[in-house]
C-alpha cells in the first residue's frame, strides 16, 4: 500500500468518522493554498483530501482496508483525480473547514415533527376565578389510517432511488482553479429523501397525515387571565410520515363581566348612592363571585371613597389565596327638586349653618394628558 491514508490525517485504524472529519477539518484549515501558498503545503493539501475522500465514503475505506487503492487508476474502484493521484473531496466539507458547519449527509428522513397548533378558548369571569374544565374541538393533522403514515397504498412500500442508490444526493464532479472538484446536492428524483413512493396512499396522497376534527378535555387551572397560553404537549399537529405531533396551545380569551372589571387579582365595581344614603348610611345588596352579600356604607361617606372586601377576588394562579373585591362609591346629587324637597334642603343648610358656604379652594387635580402636556412645555 503505497499511502497510508490513516497516518496522513494522523488518527487511528478504528478511528469513528466525526474524528476523521474534525482531523480533515483542522488540517485544511492550515494548509489550504489561500492560507498557505508553499508548494510543499500545497502537495500536503491534496495528500489529505484524498485520505479524506477514501476514509469519508465507506465503500471506498472498505476497498482501502482491504489492501487495495480507491484512487488509484488499478486499484479497484478508483475516483475521480484531482491533484494528482487524490481527489479534490467534498467541496462543502472544504467550505465546513473554514466556516464551521458541518453538512448533512446521506438521506433525509421522510419522518419530521408537526408544527405547534393554537386556538382560543373565552372564559367568563368565574370560570378564569375557579378555573373550570372545557371540552373543545380542534382541527389538526393526524396520522392516515390508511397508510399508518407511511404515504404508501396499502400493499406497496416505498422503493430506493434509482437515480442515487438511497444517498439522498448526488455528486457532480467540475473543474475550477484547485483542480477536479466534486460538490453534491439533494437528489432531484427523490428530493433528498433516497426513497420514492411509486403509488401514494389515495387517502393522504402520500403525506401520512390527513385533518380530522378531534375532541379534547382541558383542565383550566384557577387564576388564568386574559392572554395566558396552557401548553398540551402532543396534541398539535402531526408531522410529515407521521411523525410526532407537535403541541397544542389553548390561549385564553376572558370575556367582560356586567358587573366586575378585573385588574391583575382584584375585581371592582361601582355602586352610585343617592346623597341622602351617603350622608345616613345604607347597606346596598351586590351579588359577588361567591354569592349575595351586602355592602354596608357607612354615614357621612363621599362620593370617591372604596370599601374593600378582602378576599373575595380572583384566585392566585401561583400560590395560596385570591385578591380583593374593592367598591367604588359614586355619590349623585340631585338635579330636579320640587317646592317641598327643596324647602327641607333649605332647612338642613340652616341647621347646618350652610347657607352661604365660603367653599374651600385648592390647585386643580389636572388627568393624565393634562400633565403629560405640561411636562413636554416644561411647566
Same mark, same amino acid.
Given at each position: 500500500m503505497a499511502t497510508d491514508y490513516y497516518a496522513v490525517l494522523g488518527v487511528r485504524r478504528d478511528a469513528s468518522q466525526d474524528e476523521i472529519k474534525k482531523?480533515?477539518?483542522?488540517?485544511?484549515?492550515?494548509?489550504?493554498?489561500?492560507?498557505?501558498?508553499?508548494?510543499?503545503?500545497?502537495?500536503?493539501?491534496?495528500?489529505?483530501?484524498?485520505?479524506?475522500? %477514501?476514509?469519508?465514503?465507506?465503500?471506498?475505506k472498505q476497498v482501502y482496508d482491504l489492501g487495495g487503492d480507491p484512487l488509484s487508476s488499478s486499484g479497484g474502484g478508483g475516483g475521480a483525480g484531482g491533484f494528482g493521484a487524490g481527489g479534490f473531496g467534498n467541496f462543502s466539507d472544504i467550505m465546513d473547514a473554514f466556516f464551521g458547519?458541518?453538512?448533512?449527509?446521506?438521506?433525509?428522513?421522510?419522518?419530521?415533527?408537526?408544527?405547534?397548533?393554537?386556538?382560543?378558548?373565552?372564559?367568563?369571569?368565574?370560570?378564569?376565578?375557579?378555573?373550570? $374544565?372545557?371540552?373543545?374541538?380542534?382541527?389538526?393533522?393526524? %396520522?392516515? $389510517?390508511?397508510?399508518?403514515?407511511?404515504?404508501?397504498?396499502?400493499?406497496?412500500?416505498?422503493? $430506493?432511488?434509482?437515480?442515487?442508490?438511497?444517498?439522498?444526493?448526488?455528486?457532480?464532479?467540475?473543474?475550477?482553479?484547485?483542480?477536479?472538484?466534486?460538490?453534491?446536492? *439533494?437528489? *432531484?428524483?427523490?428530493?433528498?429523501?433516497?426513497?420514492?413512493?411509486?403509488?401514494?396512499?389515495?387517502?393522504?396522497?402520500?403525506?401520512?397525515?390527513?385533518?380530522?376534527?378531534?375532541?379534547?378535555t382541558v383542565k383550566i387551572p384557577a387564576g388564568v387571565e386574559n392572554g395566558t397560553r396552557i401548553q398540551l404537549a402532543g396534541e398539535g399537529e402531526v408531522g410529515p410520515g407521521g411523525g410526532p405531533a407537535g403541541d397544542l396551545y389553548v390561549e385564553i380569551h376572558e370575556l367582560s363581566h356586567p358587573t366586575f372589571q378585573r385588574r391583575g387579582d382584584d375585581l371592582h365595581c361601582t355602586v352610585t348612592i343617592p346623597m341622602t344614603a351617603a350622608a345616613l348610611g345604607t347597606k346596598c345588596p351586590l351579588e359577588t363571585l361567591d354569592g349575595m352579600e351586602e355592602i354596608d356604607i357607612r354615614p357621612g361617606t363621599g362620593s370617591g371613597q372604596s370599601i374593600p372586601l378582602h378576599g373575595r377576588g380572583v384566585t392566585h394562579l401561583r400560590g395560596g389565596g385570591r385578591g380583593d373585591l374593592i367598591v367604588h362609591v359614586e355619590v349623585t346629587t340631585p338635579s330636579k327638586l320640587d317646592a317641598q324637597q327643596e324647602e327641607l334642603l333649605r332647612q338642613l343648610a340652616k341647621l347646618r349653618g350652610e347657607e352661604r358656604p365660603m367653599g374651600q379652594f385648592a390647585p386643580g387635580q389636572q388627568g393624565l394628558f393634562s400633565r403629560l402636556k405640561d411636562a413636554f412645555n416644561g411647566r
Open positions: 482531523a480533515f477539518r483542522r488540517l485544511a484549515r492550515e494548509l489550504h493554498p489561500d492560507v498557505n501558498p508553499d508548494p510543499k503545503t500545497q502537495e500536503r493539501f491534496k495528500e489529505i483530501n484524498a485520505a479524506y475522500e %477514501v476514509l469519508s465514503d465507506p465503500q471506498k458547519q458541518a453538512s448533512q449527509r446521506g438521506p433525509r428522513s421522510r419522518t419530521r415533527r408537526g408544527q405547534d397548533a393554537m386556538i382560543r378558548l373565552d372564559l367568563e369571569l368565574d370560570e378564569a376565578a375557579f378555573g373550570t $374544565t372545557k371540552d373543545i374541538q380542534v382541527d389538526t393533522a393526524v %396520522v392516515c $389510517t390508511t397508510c399508518s403514515g407511511e404515504g404508501a397504498a396499502p400493499g406497496t412500500s416505498a422503493q $430506493t432511488c434509482d437515480m442515487c442508490r438511497g444517498r439522498g444526493e448526488v455528486s457532480q464532479v467540475t473543474r475550477s482553479f484547485l483542480g477536479q472538484v466534486m460538490t453534491s446536492r *439533494p437528489c *432531484p428524483q427523490c428530493q433528498g429523501f433516497g426513497t420514492v413512493v411509486p403509488t401514494p396512499c389515495p387517502e393522504c396522497a402520500g403525506d401520512g397525515r390527513v385533518r380530522s376534527r378531534r375532541s379534547l
